[in-house]
């Protein structure tokens, strides 16, 4: 099993930054596939962003290419998304997630994660 703890949410008024973590228990998640998702009141859930287990050509939505990078340190079971430039539209509850698959194929499909944190809010005011 993999527990998954995000920190580093909080409140920004546009144009701010933040950067989230995601850390990782119970087991190590150097080979995991990791990705960030977001849900915002009455929407669905979606894909920001991923990373393979090797750390390379991470994957984007298209709506925050350019402004967030994912990266992660698997000396230290953690995950980071780094969001710079941040609009209202960006306010969610944001997850991190973990998949069991040793492949580099980054899956932009939440059901196929095995692992979930309990999220941490963000919230942009105008």
């Known amino acids: 099993q993999v527990q998954l703890v995000e920190s580093g949410g909080g409140l920004v008024q546009a144009g701010g930054s933040l950067r989230l973590s995601c850390a990782a228990s119970g087991r190590t998640i150097s080979s995991y596939t990791m990705g960030w998702f977001r849900q915002a009141p009455g929407k669905e859930r979606e894909f920001v962003a991923g990373i393979s287990w090797s750390g390379g050509s991470p994957s984007y939505a298209d709506s925050v290419k350019g402004r967030f990078t994912i990266s992660r340190d698997n000396a230290k079971n953690t995950v980071y998304l780094q969001m710079n430039s941040l609009k209202p539209e960006d306010t969610a509850v944001y997850c991190c997630?973990?998949?069991?698959?040793?492949?580099?194929?980054?899956?932009?499909?939440?059901?196929?994660?095995?692992?979930w944190g309990q999220g941490t809010q963000v919230t942009v005011s105008s």
């Open positions: 997630a973990a998949r069991d698959d040793s492949t580099l194929y980054i899956s932009r499909t939440s059901r196929v994660y095995d692992y």
